[in-house]
C-alpha cells in the first residue's frame, strides 16, 4: 500500500521534471540558433589567418580562448564580445603571434583585411541575434 501512495506521488513529479527538461532544452537550442554565422569575407580572413590554432584542432590555450569550431554555440554576447576581441588583436599585431607570422607570414591580415574584421566587429548591436 505504501509503495503505490509513494509512486503515486513521484510518478507526476518526474512528468514533471521530464516535461521542464524538455522546454529548457528546447529554449537553450532557440539561443544557439540565434547566434550569427560568420559573413563569407570574414570567413575567408579567419580560416587563413586565425583557425590553425583557434579550432578543437588547435592548442589548448588558443581554442580556450576562442574556437572558432564553437563560434555558433556561442551566445550572441558571446559573439559580439569575440569579436570585438579579434578585432582588437588583429589591429595591434599580437595576432597571429609572432612565431606564426615568422613561420607563415601569409596569415599576416592586410590592412583591407583588417578593415573587413573591424566593420563585421561593429555590426553587432546589443540587440542583434
Known amino acids: ?6 509512486l503515486s506521488f513521484l510518478f507526476p513529479c518526474f512528468i514533471s521534471l521530464g516535461l521542464f527538461l524538455i522546454n529548457n532544452s528546447a529554449v537553450a537550442q532557440g539561443a544557439v ?18 583557425t590553425p590554432c583557434h579550432t578543437s584542432q588547435g592548442g589548448i590555450m588558443s581554442k580556450t580562448k576562442l574556437n572558432f569550431t564553437e563560434w555558433t554555440n556561442y551566445s550572441p554576447e558571446k559573439q559580439k ?13 599580437s595576432m597571429p603571434p609572432k612565431m606564426a607570422r615568422e ?18 566587429s561593429e555590426s553587432f548591436t546589443a540587440d542583434k541575434k
Open 33 to 50: 540558433k540565434a547566434s550569427v554565422t560568420l559573413p563569407d569575407s570574414v570567413n575567408k580572413i579567419i580560416t587563413s589567418s586565425c
Open 81 to 93: 564580445e569575440k569579436a570585438a576581441k579579434i578585432y582588437s588583436e588583429i589591429n595591434k599585431g
Open 103 to 120: 613561420k607563415r607570414p601569409e596569415t599576416i591580415p592586410t590592412k583591407d583585411q583588417v578593415e573587413i574584421i573591424k566593420k563585421w
Open 1 to 6: 500500500m505504501k509503495k503505490s501512495v509513494v
